[in-house]
């Protein structure tokens, strides 16, 4: 690498997809400063066009099954009474032939408790109704069992009343594996076959769960909030949690101390009448979007009641779908909660009408799960809104086209995730649009709602969190924990260097290089340094490798500021000036010492490229996390 001749030494490393470093001088000659470009984790406009010009999806694809307009359902069974993957020991014939089918399946699948719970309660409800239950319904049918699978798959086949006889070990059990095996590897099953009046159905439910509780979780009984700690299934960037709260509120969980990835530890609200359900949403290290990975069903009474009835929301009595009109519902909301309305926005409108189709026809189909992830992110980017987005999501539903924009709204609220974008404080801007077979009777429609960051944001929180992060890494590796730098006027100066590079008049190297010469010249000593962009800072497991987890004393200044780009969302910025000591510091050089490269201190979220100041030379990057699929 290349050296500056400095009195005093800092050396800035910048972390964004890949790592560099360099050296940087509090004397002699100025250091040219080359900014870097973050690469979007958004489809860019030539992939939307040609996403959005795809012949449009077959109207089974893109509608899904019919959906019964029904309001309420009160189990037929008798439900769970914890959240576990525990093996199937109940007595139904049909089941325990559909166990020993698959107990000797290579990659682990199996029938237990709470899927064959769903199986059965989807069959009597599709008996019952002549058609699938609605997301809301089915979701609580899910939870109500106790399944831990987020995204069960449910398959259900009429069959003839001849034909619904019970199954037999020995006649059926080469149909029945066959059907397994068309299920995920190492999913959990469920397998329910029964008759009504007039017909009869054989229902298979599967899926593997994405979070996996450290215990089994109890329905009832948790006196005002629960626990949830875990793992996720892969490495993750950001894990959230959300409680509903009352008819239409929702509130945040809360973490209970650092853990490092893939591991979460929450404490969620739970109402001391009813039912509260609870929904973590994680990222994939450097990706978008968050996605769901556990949703549970605790009360803080004794029993989880059996009924679900959908909440009747206080929306304008005209309340349709045009744009207008859903604007107009989604902000009554807001007025009730006290929170500032939002603005429709109808370009954006326009690119949800383009790409909903292709996503709602892959959501559904493993296969096309990349597909759909890109129509997604096409979806919540917001290129049509102008200035810097903080965040945006989407709602799709699915409904008959019988159904009133009200109830499906609310199915759609039953989720707290669902209420935490519509409710987000920072929201500032709408966009919806629909579709519908008459032929099929069903509708698809998706709401999207985008925030903006907040004018004057407070990060102190968010840097105690990263902070701890650290100190729990360090703990791991029997290192004590940092020092953390509380000047005022270091802090201060940090936070109006961040707060220049957002108004545009600094790029993020050229901050950090002023930094380090700022630090370096009131301490006459030799700093490091980092600046780091996740996609949120909500929820965020950062890793650190390099001195920072390696040296036995270290010094640590972080500031959080935003950094404005081209394409999409903005980014939060962490910057971090570190002194890392690993034995005692010797007589200063008397002549220009050559500066050993290092690794950067601080894994960057997404996958990025950037460069450092000129005299920059690179390093090996970190390895790149695992794709998920």
């Not at 490393?13 to 400063?33: D, I, K, L, N, R």
């Not at 994680?282 to 009360?299: D, I, K």
């Not at 201190?601 to 390093?619: D, I, L, Q, T």
Request: hydrophobic content about 45%.
């Amino acid at each position: 690498m290349r050296t500056i001749a400095p009195s005093l030494l800092a050396l800035a490393s910048f972390v964004v997809g890949c790592e560099t470093t360099s050296s940087t001088s509090t004397q002699g000659p100025a250091v040219e400063v080359r900014e870097v470009e973050l690469e979007s984790p958004f489809p860019d406009a030539a992939s939307l066009m040609d996403l959005a010009a795809r012949p449009r999806p077959e109207a089974a694809a893109l509608f899904g099954p019919a959906v019964a307009d029904v309001d309420t359902w009160t189990f037929v069974g008798v439900g769970g009474t914890t959240v576990e993957a525990a093996p199937y020991a109940g007595e139904d014939r049909n089941a325990v032939v559909a166990a020993q089918a698959i107990a000797d399946d290579a990659t682990g699948r199996r029938l237990t408790q709470g899927m064959q719970c769903l199986a059965e309660e989807y069959g009597q409800f599709v008996l019952a109704h002549g058609a699938a239950p609605a997301a809301d319904i089915e979701a609580f049918m899910a939870m109500r069992c106790g399944t831990p699978v987020a995204h069960p798959r449910i398959v259900a086949t009429p069959v003839p009343l001849a034909s619904a006889k019970p199954l037999h070990a020995d006649r059926d059990r080469a149909r029945l594996q066959a059907a397994f095996a068309g299920t995920a590897p190492g999913a959990q099953l469920g397998f329910y076959k029964g008759r009504g009046k007039t017909s009869a159905i054989e229902v298979l439910a599967s899926g593997v769960p994405e979070a996996t509780l450290d215990a089994p979780l109890a329905l009832a009984g948790h006196a005002g909030q629960v626990e949830l700690r875990g793992t996720v299934a892969w490495d993750l960037d950001t894990v959230v949690g959300w409680a509903t709260a009352g008819a239409q509120g929702v509130a945040a969980c809360t973490r209970t101390g650092p853990v490092a990835s893939p591991a979460f530890a929450l404490r969620c609200p739970v109402a001391a009448e009813g039912t509260t359900t609870i929904e973590l949403h994680a990222a994939p290290r450097g990706e978008l979007p968050e996605r769901l990975v556990l949703r549970v069903l605790v009360a803080g009474g004794a029993t989880v009641p059996p009924t679900y009835r959908a909440e009747t929301l206080p929306l304008p009595a005209d309340a349709t779908r045009d744009e207008a009109s859903v604007v107009n519902a989604v902000n009554a909301l807001r007025l009730a909660a006290q929170l500032p309305p939002v603005a429709g926005v109808e370009a954006q409108s326009k690119v949800l009408g383009a790409l909903l189709p292709q996503h709602a026809a892959a959501a559904s189909d493993p296969a096309q799960a990349e597909l759909a992830n890109q129509a997604e992110l096409g979806m919540i980017a917001g290129r049509e809104i102008e200035g810097d987005l903080l965040s945006g999501g989407v709602l799709v539903t699915a409904a008959p086209v019988a159904r009133s924009f009200e109830r499906e709204l609310a199915g759609a609220l039953a989720s707290p995730h669902a209420r935490a974008l519509v409710l987000d404080p920072q929201a500032k801007h709408l966009a919806f649009t629909t579709t519908e077979d008459q032929g099929l009777g069903m509708r698809r429609s998706a709401l999207a709602v985008y925030a903006e960051p907040a004018a004057e944001a407070d990060h102190s929180a968010d840097v105690a969190a990263y902070l701890d992060a650290l100190d729990l890494q360090r703990q791991a590796a029997g290192l004590p924990p940092v020092v953390r730098g509380q000047d005022p006027a270091d802090l201060q100066t940090m936070q109006a260097t961040a707060a220049r590079v957002y108004a545009g008049e600094i790029g993020p190297a050229t901050a950090l290089d002023e930094l380090l010469r700022y630090i370096a010249t009131k301490t006459k000593r030799s700093f490091k340094g980092s600046i780091v962009f996740p996609y949120s800072l909500a929820g965020w497991s950062p890793t650190f490798q390099g001195s920072l987890v390696e040296a036995e004393e270290v010094t640590v200044l972080a500031a959080i500021g935003r950094h404005r780009v081209q394409d999409g969302w903005g980014r939060p910025m962490v910057v971090v000036l570190y002194e890392a000591k690993t034995t005692p510091p010797a007589a200063a050089p008397a002549a220009d010492p050559a500066v050993a490269a290092e690794p950067s201190p601080a894994e960057a979220a997404p996958p990025a490229e950037g460069s450092a100041p000129a005299a920059a030379e690179p390093v090996a990057p970190a390895p790149a996390a695992t794709p998920t699929p």
